[in-house]
């Protein structure tokens, strides 16, 4: 079946440190991966996302490369912000199952000045 | 387009009680899609519809759970008889199937409280 595992949080960060939230994922088929954020008292934003094997997918500074290989889909920035303090949620799906949606359970990412 | 939208925001009802909620997908997308999200996790897929044909519904957690896209527009989910495990964050999403491969758009949530 199809599943995606998640790095564990909460994650505490400094101002301008490296982030890198681990993500691997199981699926049949050919899954579409994504990651979504989260900020404290709205819904869910898509980040990123890459449809085959070796996309990478960027947005805001974020960036994640589809790793068939490895079945993984880390998300990574160079410098974070305060701002993005947040969860971020890795998803995959694959068109066999309706495109549903599998979440993984969600990283929380503080940032501190 | 101003996005998906779910309504009510907050519900807060008594076990036993019938509780609804209504999402209104993106116009132009003939898909939606019905997640739960309990605290400290990720949101679980109860169910989804291709225009007004529900076309995956065995995710439903149980009988008392069930919903309805009646002219492939607005939906409903409804939870019959609610008991206190009930209580989540239940989100709406919406996309094309034209798409094969997109995102979804997600709504607000409904945050359901079962005393």
């Known amino acids: 079946g199809n599943s995606v595992t998640q790095m564990e949080g909460p994650v505490t960060l400094s101002e301008e440190a490296f982030l890198t939230i681990n993500c691997t994922y199981t699926?049949?088929?050919?899954?579409?991966l994504f990651w979504y954020v989260q900020y404290p008292g709205e819904g869910l934003q898509l980040l990123l996302k890459?449809?085959?094997?070796?996309d990478k997918g960027s947005n805001k500074g974020f960036e994640a490369t589809y790793r068939k290989e490895t079945t993984s889909f880390h998300l990574e920035k160079g410098s974070v912000q305060v701002s993005d303090s947040a969860v971020y949620f890795c998803?995959?799906?694959?068109?066999?199952?309706?495109?549903?949606?599998?979440f993984g359970t969600g990283t929380s990412l503080t940032v501190i000045p | 387009d101003t996005g998906v939208s779910q309504n009510p925001r907050h519900k807060i009802t008594k076990r036993g009680q019938n509780v609804t909620f209504r999402c209104d997908p993106i116009?132009?997308?003939?898909?939606l899609y019905w997640y739960r999200q309990t605290l400290g996790q990720g949101p679980e897929f109860l169910t989804y519809?291709?225009?007004?044909?529900?076309?995956?519904k065995s995710r439903l957690l149980s009988d008392r759970f069930s919903a309805e896209r009646p002219k492939g527009s607005f939906s409903t989910l409804e939870i019959q008889r609610t008991e206190q495990g009930d209580s989540a964050m239940y989100l709406c999403?919406?996309?094309?199937?034209?798409?094969?491969?997109?995102?979804?758009?997600f709504g607000p949530g409904t945050r359901l409280t079962v005393l």
């Open positions: 116009s132009e997308h003939n898909r």
């Open positions: 699926a049949t088929g050919y899954p579409s």
């Open positions: 890459a449809t085959k094997a070796d």
């Open positions: 999403a919406s996309s094309w199937s034209g798409a094969a491969r997109g995102e979804q758009f």
């Open positions: 519809f291709q225009n007004e044909a529900q076309l995956e």
């Open positions: 998803a995959l799906s694959t068109p066999n199952t309706g495109n549903q949606f599998y």
